[in-house]
């Protein structure tokens, strides 16, 4: 009896323990964040923690992600406060089709009169809402948007001076996608890499009765793939992916080698791919 009692007070500081983190965790993706410079015409507009990325030219600007469903003012005050409008957004893309990165994308879609450009396998999630997700899906988590373009792995999106490239990188959703720049300062060319990290969320099925078909085999090749970036720059859907907090303060100088850090992402996704490897052990036993 004595075994069991405590067996549950352990459990319950565990639940505990979860809900304060998960708690945590939302309070930072709706805590509003300064916008501020990346490098060069690369931008952050998002919240505290959830990453909205803008990139600008003469010719209008792509936004990538949003983040909740209430995000669209911060964001606008972010670009208002780097003196740059909403409106002047050409291109809305996402990194995955999850409603904490997509839940203000057809609010901004109407303000800017933007296009909605997505990968083949995020797209009919973008259209539905969320609704077929195969992993989170069955109802609809955010404002269903309409996708004007298919884009595809390697293809280079182009708008003004912008250079885009687009990189399938699927597992975490199944139409995944990192963008990658080369942008110039200082008498130097910045790899850049807007990384789409490949998370495993709690309770996806990789190789019994997975998620979708494919799904093990489509992280395995993210992080080989990514292993194979020449990465100088980096940044991710989440800040605390990639350190984001302590590599910048509000206020600070802008250095475009303040997110230099190759080792970084070196790091990262042999973590992540370390992870994947005994998720799916586990999964075996």
Same mark, same amino acid.
Request: glycine share 8%.
């Given at each position: 009896?004595?075994?069991?009692?405590?067996? @549950?007070?352990?459990?319950?500081?565990?639940?505990?323990?979860?809900?304060?983190?998960? *708690?945590?965790?939302? +309070?930072?993706?709706?805590?509003? %964040?300064?916008? %501020?410079?990346i490098i060069g015409?690369? *931008?952050?507009?998002?919240?505290?923690?959830?990453?909205?990325?803008?990139?600008?030219?003469?010719?209008?600007?792509?936004?990538?992600?949003?983040? @909740? #469903?209430?995000?669209?003012?911060?964001?606008?005050?972010?670009?208002?406060?780097?003196?740059?409008?909403? #409106?002047?957004?050409?291109?809305?893309?996402?990194?995955?089709?999850?409603? $904490?990165?997509?839940?203000?994308?057809?609010?901004?879609?109407?303000?800017?009169?933007? #296009?909605?450009?997505?990968?083949? =396998?995020?797209?009919?999630?973008?259209?539905?809402? =969320?609704?077929? $997700?195969?992993?989170?899906?069955?109802?609809?988590? %955010?404002?269903?948007?309409?996708?004007d373009k298919i884009?595809? $792995?390697?293809?280079?999106?182009?708008?003004?001076?912008?250079?885009?490239?687009?990189?399938?990188?699927?597992?975490?959703?199944?139409?995944?996608?990192?963008?990658?720049?080369?942008?110039?300062?200082?008498?130097? $060319?910045?790899?850049?890499?807007?990384?789409?990290?490949?998370?495993?969320?709690?309770?996806?099925?990789?190789?019994?009765?997975?998620?979708?078909?494919?799904?093990? +085999?489509?992280?395995?090749?993210?992080?080989?793939?990514?292993?194979?970036?020449?990465?100088?720059?980096?940044?991710?859907?989440?800040?605390?992916?990639?350190?984001?907090?302590?590599?910048?303060?509000?206020?600070?100088? *802008?250095?475009?080698?303040?997110?230099?850090?190759?080792?970084?992402?070196?790091?990262?996704?042999?973590?992540?791919?370390?992870?994947?490897?005994?998720?799916?052990? =586990? +999964?075996?036993?």
């Amino acid at each position: 009896m004595k075994t069991r009692i405590i067996q @549950l007070l352990i459990a319950s500081l565990v639940l505990l323990i979860t809900s304060v983190q998960v *708690y945590s965790q939302r +309070e930072n993706w709706a805590r509003p %964040f300064p916008g %501020f410079k990346i490098i060069g015409n690369l *931008y952050g507009v998002g919240s505290y923690d959830l990453s909205a990325f803008l990139i600008t030219s003469d010719e209008g600007h792509i936004l990538i992600n949003t983040g @909740l #469903e209430d995000s669209t003012a911060m964001i606008r005050d972010n670009m208002a406060s780097l003196g740059l409008r909403m #409106e002047d957004i050409k291109i809305l893309l996402t990194q995955q089709a999850h409603w $904490d990165h997509t839940a203000a994308l057809a609010e901004i879609k109407e303000i800017s009169g933007a #296009e909605m450009w997505a990968t083949l =396998g995020d797209a009919p999630v973008l259209i539905d809402g =969320g609704f077929s $997700d195969p992993h989170f899906g069955g109802s609809e988590s %955010f404002a269903p948007i309409q996708v004007d373009k298919i884009i595809r $792995d390697g293809e280079l999106i182009e708008l003004g001076n912008i250079r885009l490239k687009v990189h399938d990188h699927p597992g975490h959703t199944e139409g995944s996608s990192s963008y990658s720049m080369v942008v110039q300062e200082n008498d130097r $060319d910045y790899k850049v890499l807007i990384a789409n990290m490949g998370t495993i969320n709690a309770g996806k099925k990789l190789t019994v009765d997975p998620t979708y078909l494919g799904v093990s +085999e489509d992280f395995a090749e993210t992080y080989r793939r990514q292993k194979a970036i020449n990465v100088d720059v980096w940044v991710a859907a989440h800040k605390s992916q990639y350190n984001f907090h302590e590599k910048y303060q509000v206020g600070q100088v *802008y250095s475009p080698d303040t997110f230099v850090d190759p080792v970084g992402f070196a790091r990262a996704v042999d973590r992540l791919e370390q992870a994947y490897l005994e998720y799916v052990a =586990g +999964e075996q036993r």
